[in-house]
C-alpha cells in the first residue's frame, strides 16, 4: 500500500492517532501530526511511498504538535518532536510542513551513521549516479529539480547516503525543497510539475516543495554507482560551462560538505578517497539558463 491508496480520511485518522508509518529509501518514519498542513504535504509529496504495517519498525518517531507551553498564546505555532525530545524551537504553524521536512533531514544527518553523509543532491541516469555537493545558495536544488524534470532519476536533492561497504549511493527520494528564485525558475521551466504551496518568512525565505517523481520512489531500494562530482555555482548572468575540477580539490569540498566525516575516522577518508578516485570531478557554473544545463548534464556520459 503506498500512500496515494488511502482516502483523506484515513490519512488524517492516521497522522492524528498512533501516526503513519512511511518508508522512505532505508529509513521508516511514523509521523504523527494534527496540522492540515502537513496532512496536505503527506498527500501530496510522499503520495508513491509505501506504507508499512503498524508493527513495522521504525527508526524515528517523530511528530508535528502545537506546543504546550505559553507558546502557543502568542499565535499558531508548531513543534518537532523526536520522541519525547524537542531539538528545535517552535516555528509559525504555517511552516508545519517544512519544519517535518527540515526535522526528517536532522534525524538523518545526526543518527544515520551507518552511511557517510555528505550535503549533496544526487540523481542517476543508466545506472550511474552524479553527485552535486554544494553549500546553500549554490544552485543545487534548482540544478535538481531541472535534471529530474528532464529523466534523471531522484535519490536525493539534499543528502547524499554513501554506503561504505559498496561505495554506492543509497536512494533517498523525498520532495525537493526549492527557496526563493528557485520556485519561480522551477515553475517556468517545469510548468507541469506538482508544487506545494509557497511557505514565507521563513528562516530560509520563501520555500515551496517539488513533488518527487514516482518512477524515483518505487526505485528507492535500487541503489546507484557514482560515476560524476559536480560541484554547481551559480551567479546570475554567468555562461554554462563544464570544467575539470583537481581530485585534490574534489576531496576537501566533500569533507566541508560532510556532516558525519569525522565519525567514521579512516574508514570515513578511505570511502571518501575512493568516490573521488572513481568519479569525474568537474566544476559546473551556470547563470540560470536551465535549458542549456540540462543539455551539458546530458552528455556527461561521452565524458566518462
Known sequence: MIVADLSSRELHSCLTRSGIRLRVGPIVAQIRSPFRRVESGIALHYSAHEVVAPDTFADFLVAVDPPASVRRWLGPQALFRFGHDAPFHPLPAAQAFPLLEWGLNWCVTAHCHQFLILHAAVVERGGRAALLPAPPGSGKSTLCAALVAHGWRLLSDELALIDLDSRRLVPFPRPISLKNQSIDAIARFSPGASMSEVVRDTQKGSVAHLQPPAGSVHASQTTALPAWIVAPT???????????????????????????????????????????????????????????????????????
Open 234 to 304: 551559480f551567479r546570475a548572468g554567468q555562461r554554462t560551462a563544464l570544467a575539470p575540477l583537481p581530485q585534490s580539490v574534489t576531496f576537501m569540498r566533500l569533507v566541508d560538505c560532510a556532516f558525519n566525516y569525522h565519525i567514521h575516522g579512516r574508514r570515513g577518508f578511505d570511502a571518501l578517497g575512493d568516490l573521488v578516485a572513481g568519479s569525474r570531478c568537474l566544476d559546473f557554473s551556470y547563470g540560470g539558463n536551465l535549458d542549456d544545463a540540462v543539455r551539458m548534464f546530458d552528455q556527461l556520459e561521452a565524458l566518462q
